[in-house]
């Protein structure tokens, strides 16, 4: 068993930043950010494995960066040129993958807010 604990997150005006963080109590191969509004599928917003490769999303390429320390159990995620429609639930994950593949077991965090208004 993994557990993750988000921190960071909050309210912020249209072209603002906000950085994110997220603490594993063990190092896992991928860690990684999802996001959720209500109505919506989980969406993979970052990620990173335990060799330094990055995934984006495509909305998050060019204004987000993941980050993870030499532990490997804690990740940042600083989030840049925000707009309204980066507003979701953000959703540290643990676990496995091989690109955007997540394979069971996958430990997830509780989320914390981001709101962006215009």
């Known amino acids: 068993q993994v557990q993750v604990v988000e921190s960071g997150g909050g309210s912020v005006q249209s072209g603002g930043s906000l950085r994110l963080s997220c603490a594993a109590s063990r190092t896992t191969l991928c860690m990684g950010w999802f996001r959720q509004t209500s109505g919506r599928e989980r969406e993979q917003v970052a990620s990173?494995?335990?060799?330094?490769?990055?995934r984006y999303s495509d909305s998050a390429r060019g204004r987000f960066n993941i980050s993870r320390d030499i532990g490997k159990t804690t990740l940042d995620l600083q989030m840049n040129s925000l707009i309204p429609e980066d507003s979701a639930m953000y959703i540290c994950?643990?676990?496995?993958?091989?690109?955007?593949?997540?394979?069971?077991?996958?430990?997830w965090g509780q989320g914390t807010q981001v709101t962006v208004s215009s």
């Open positions: 990173i494995d335990r060799d330094g490769w990055k």
């Open positions: 994950a643990a676990g496995a993958c091989v690109g955007n593949e997540w394979y069971a077991p996958t430990y």
